[in-house]
């Protein structure tokens, strides 16, 4: 959920880029935390349902660290 | 007796009885359309329900199967009881004509791009044809947008009529964006009338 000039600054933002398709999901989506993370058994490519080829959720850390990698990627296209 | 005009000082209540004193068309408005049958108690819709994505997502996908809830902001309503969702595909609660709508917004963080969106129905329970597409166009980074399709279903069987939704991009690394607490991405269901 990037922010409104578009720099990311959510785990989802994070997890949506890690993978594609719908991988991940939330135990609770009211409540977008780290803890509450996780693999859908199932995605849909090309009409049908297969399983979920991400069969391991990326460590809390890996998940900060790739959105702190776009936060700065962004700063440094946009010069902040 | 008829009369061609109102007496001086107006019509008193309850002097006009309208329960066996109407016969052919009433016009429904200057320039309308008269309506000789088709009342029923209440009248209106009879059937809608709206449906969203709750989280953001990259790629194709078809059917987006996920991370979708029935909208439950404060103030949401529905008529009737609604869809029913089983991993992306949606099922009607009764026959009729139902008006169906996506709309998705999109958001790139690296190319130019478009997105794809795509409603997908099958009469058999079976087989999915494409009945409707959008398109949104973007071309700069950090570039958001938003675009719908729309097509009418005729619901003959509540088990053989069903729905579901695709989205594609040029550029599989762009995404879908959902959200829980109100709608970003969603799906509209209103039932138009009998089948």
């Known amino acids: ?46 009409g049908e349902l297969v399983d979920n080829p991400v069969t391991e959720l990326p460590t809390e850390s890996a ?18 | 007796m008829s009369k061609t005009t109102i007496p ?23 320039g309308g359309t008269a309506l ?9 819709l009879t059937g809608t329900d709206m449906w969203r994505v709750t989280a953001d997502f990259a790629g194709n996908v078809n059917p987006i199967s996920s991370n979708l809830e ?3 902001e404060t103030g949401f309503g529905r008529i009737g009881t609604g869809m029913t969702n089983s991993s992306g595909t949606f099922s009607f609660p009764s026959t009729g004509i139902w008006l169906i709508s996506f709309t998705a917004f999109h958001f790139t963080d690296n190319s130019a791009d478009y997105i794809s969106i795509k409603i ?27 675009g719908t399709a729309t097509c009418v279903l005729d619901v003959t069987n509540t088990t053989n ?18 959200q829980s607490a109100y709608n970003r991405s969603w799906f509209e269901f209103i039932r138009l009338g009998d089948t």
């Open chain 1, 63 to 80: 998940v900060n660290t790739k959105l702190t990698e776009m936060q700065n990627a962004w700063d440094t296209l946009h010069g902040e």
């Open chain 1, 1 to 46: 959920m990037p922010d409104e000039k578009g720099r990311p600054n959510h785990i989802e933002d994070a997890l949506s880029s890690m993978h594609k398709n719908q991988w991940f999901t939330y135990t609770d989506s009211k409540n977008k935390i780290y803890a509450n993370v996780r693999l859908t058994d199932k995605i849909g490519v090309n």
């Open chain 2, 36 to 44: 000789t049958s088709g009342f029923t108690n209440g009248g209106g």
């Open chain 2, 120 to 146: 997908n129905t099958t009469t058999d329970n079976s087989t999915y044809a494409l009945v409707a597409q959008g398109i949104a166009q973007m071309h700069p980074v950090d570039a958001f947008s938003q």
């Open chain 2, 161 to 178: 009529c069903k729905v579901r939704f695709e989205t594609d991009h040029a550029d599989t690394s762009n995404k879908i964006r959902g």
């Open chain 2, 8 to 30: 001086t000082g107006g019509i008193a209540d309850d002097a006009i009885n309208l329960t066996s004193k109407v016969t052919g068309a009433l016009p429904v408005a200057n």
């Open chain 2, 70 to 72: 029935r909208c439950d």
